[in-house]
Nanobody, 116 residues
């Protein structure tokens, strides 16, 4: 059974950093495009970052470009999101997503709170 488990969320002060991890199991991780989304209550889920299956290409939302970095380790079936220079508006639940054609899987999310 496919599973994605996020970790690394928490409370951080503005300007701080966090590193999110998403551990995958139950499917061939190296074939899937991996995405990080985030969602604030009452708002639509927002695509934050994408990385291709081999890790050769990445893409970012304009709101996080230059501050966030997505990476993956296919040997460890894990995708990461390094978040630097965090702002209060980055506060959200962050979700990991795996996508291959019409197949997609979601994690349960990890809460990131940016506050002083």
């Amino acid at each position: 059974q496919a599973q994605l488990v996020e970790s690394g969320g928490g409370l951080v002060q503005p300007g701080g950093s966090l590193r999110l991890s998403c551990a995958a199991s139950g499917f061939t991780f190296s074939l899937y495009v991996m995405n990080w989304y985030r969602q604030v209550p009452g708002k639509e889920r927002e695509l934050v970052a994408t990385i291709t299956s081999a890790g050769g290409s990445t893409n970012y939302a304009d709101s996080v470009k230059g501050r966030f970095t997505i990476s993956r380790d296919n040997a460890k079936n894990t995708v990461y999101l390094q978040m630097n220079s965090l702002k209060p508006e980055d506060t959200a639940v962050y979700y990991c997503n795996a996508l291959l054609n019409t197949l997609h899987y979601w994690g349960k999310g990890t809460l990131v709170t940016v506050s002083s």
